[in-house]
């Protein structure tokens, strides 16, 4: 086995172009001859071998290893991988190997099969956090299991109402300095990560640390083997009594449970949105929850009112929707999740 994978990495070495998957697939024919007294061909031009023709001599095994063939439900191997309860392994493909791999990150990310970094030697690991670290923003409309909809009655198929709400969900995160947890977008037939739409390069610019839409669900990330976090806090604008309201609860422990409320009098100027700003950046239990979770309800169908807001949202870059009418920014189209789907490097700026 060593000297299989070591004539495949010689050749790799030799041939960077070649693609490294249909090299081992050769080298592993060379050996499967070997082992059967077939007579061996050198490999000249070989076609399918990467991304031009390649030419390398057949590798004349001294131990040939035995090939087999593994259930394609047992190592799940696709642009779009479906594993199942027997799947032991996923890998995510690409339309052009080696040169897409956000795509093929984020989808490993979302279906909890990416390993992370950082547990055995640091407290701010991708997963594993620890004390001040571990502060995050999650977005909490009512009825869009966390997401954001593109369908309710607020903001129907309106592109830069959601555009506006993504940016002030980023600037809460920029201003209190928590890591991201990015919404699903909710379409009329589609609920796909925000990561579709939402050239997250231009979030990397702006310094806010995000993760991936699944990523309170999977248990890498959890506080403790039964808690996803040690505390939360919920907050939303009271319309009917123009406050800002919170909800505090300790190690998902509802008898702990706490709440307040801030009216917007008590701001100067009491502006909605800069109210809500204020409450999660200053006040002691937002300030100090794990979690936070917003509802933006309130702000769906209003300009923003925020400068340092607008700023962010004229700085962010956005692909094509791919859902019902409205403006196409590019030919990114968002449709289906895949390793290919995703709008990383691929946005453009969509200034109202």
């Not at 300790?250 to 502006?271: E, K, M, V």
């Amino acid at each position: 086995t060593i000297n299989y994978f070591q004539d495949s990495l010689d050749i790799i070495e030799k041939n960077p172009l070649a693609h490294d998957q249909k090299i081992m697939h050769v080298v592993a024919d060379d050996n499967t001859a070997t082992r059967e007294n077939r007579p061996l061909q050198d490999h000249n031009n070989c076609g399918w071998c990467g991304h031009e023709n390649v030419s390398f001599p057949a590798i004349k095994a001294t131990n040939p290893i035995r090939v087999g063939r593994l259930d394609p439900h047992v190592v799940v191997s696709s642009p779009s991988p479906v594993p199942t309860e027997g799947a032991v392994a996923i890998h995510t493909l690409a339309d052009q190997p080696l040169k897409g791999p956000f795509g093929k990150e984020m989808v490993a990310k979302e279906l909890g099969v990416w390993y992370g970094w950082g547990k055995a030697t640091s407290k701010a690991g991708y997963y594993h956090r620890e004390g001040s670290y571990r502060r995050y923003l999650l977005l909490e409309n009512a009825g869009t299991r966390g997401g954001q909809s593109f369908i309710q009655q607020k903001g129907y198929h309106d592109d830069q109402a959601f555009r506006r709400q993504i940016a002030v969900l980023a600037t809460l995160a920029k201003v209190t300095n928590r890591i991201l947890v990015l919404p699903q977008v909710l379409g009329d037939f589609v609920a796909q990560p925000l990561w579709v739409y939402l050239d997250l390069e231009s979030l990397e610019k702006l310094g806010i640390v995000y993760r991936e839409t699944n990523f309170a669900s999977n248990k890498k990330s959890w506080y403790s083997l039964s808690t996803p976090f040690s505390s939360i806090t919920q907050m939303a604008m009271v319309e009917s009594s123009n406050e800002v309201q919170l909800l505090t609860t300790a190690g998902g422990n509802l008898t702990t449970a706490s709440s307040d409320r801030i009216p917007l009098s008590s701001f100067t100027p009491d502006d909605p949105l800069s109210a809500f700003f204020a409450v999660a950046i200053s006040h002691p239990r937002a300030k100090e929850s794990e979690a936070l979770f917003v509802n933006l309800h309130h702000f769906q169908d209003r300009p923003i009112a925020s400068a340092g807001a607008q700023s962010l949202h004229d700085k962010l870059a956005w692909c094509k929707w791919g859902m019902g009418p409205g403006r196409k920014y590019n030919n990114i189209a968002a449709t289906s999740l895949t390793s290919t789907s995703h709008c990383y490097k691929k946005g453009v700026a969509a200034l109202e």
